[in-house]
Antibody, heavy 123, light 107 residues
Framework: QVHLQESGPGLVKPSQTLSLTCTVSGGSISSGTYYWTWIRQPAGKGLEWIGRIFTSGTTNYNPSLKSRLSMSVDTSKNQFSLKLSSVTAADTALYYC???????????????WGQGTLVTVSS | DIQMTQSPSSLSASVGDRVTITCRASQSIDNYLNWYQQKPGKAPKLLIYAASSLHSGVPSRFSGSGSGTDFTLTISGLLPEDFAAYYCQQSYSIPLTFGQGTKLEIK
């Protein structure tokens, strides 16, 4: 059973960089054709797709965040990470990491999720 | 970006009811549509992928249909544990986008 766990600071000051890591257990992050994604959810609101990364380092980002976003993967630690720079209060949200399983010609579906980690942007 | 619009935004129903939630895409997405269930304080769970394929372990009272721009999620015979929020997601193009959600409440 694949398990994902987010970690990182719960409080980030405005204009600083938000950094989160997702640790994958129960399977190698490098196995299969899976992508690894970040999704966020402001309190009481809907889900926003942030981006995805493959173990080769190939990334796709949401254009709305692309200028501030960087994702990376560390296969030796079975982890992938997110950095979001120049944060504002609008970036306050519950951040989820999730596995993205491709299906046929689509980008696939998110079949395993972490529990989420709350990040608050405040001075 | 492809816009996903769900209706209704909220829905009241009783145990045993049959309910339908609709999701409309701003352009054709073939059948590249997923449905998730989210309970308060929990991560979303995949219910259906490819518009109508039931994810492993998901009860058969959940079903999905549709293609192109219009999709539905149907729950036949609501159980108490089904009262939650439901989201559709298109996986046709990046960025993958979600509907705004439908909150299913107990009447």
């Amino acid at each position: 059973q694949v398990h994902l766990q987010e970690s990182g600071p719960g409080l980030v000051k405005p204009s600083q960089t938000l950094s989160l890591t997702c640790t994958v257990s129960g399977g190698s992050i490098s196995s299969g054709t899976y992508y690894w994604t970040w999704i966020r959810q402001p309190a009481g609101k809907g889900l926003e797709w942030i981006g995805r990364i493959f173990t080769s380092g190939t990334t796709n980002y949401n254009p709305s965040l692309k200028s501030r976003l960087s994702m990376s993967v560390d296969t030796s630690k079975n982890q992938f990470s997110l950095k979001l720079s120049s944060v504002t209060a609008a970036d306050t949200a519950l951040y989820y990491c999730a596995r993205l399983t491709p299906w046929e010609y689509s980008y696939g579906f998110n079949d395993y999720w972490g529990q989420g980690t709350l990040v608050t942007v405040s001075s | 970006d492809i816009q996903m619009t769900q209706s209704p935004s909220s829905l009241s129903a009783s145990v045993g009811d049959r309910v339908t939630i609709t999701c409309r895409a701003s352009q054709s997405i073939d059948n590249y549509l997923n449905w998730y269930q989210q309970k308060p304080g929990k991560a979303p769970k995949l219910l259906i992928y490819a518009a109508s394929s039931l994810h492993s372990g998901v009860p058969s009272r959940f079903s999905g249909s549709g293609s192109g721009t219009d999709f539905t999620l149907t729950i036949s015979g609501l159980l108490p544990e089904d009262f939650a929020a439901y989201y559709c997601q298109q996986s046709y193009s990046i960025p993958l986008t979600f509907g705004q959600g439908t909150k299913l409440e107990i009447k």
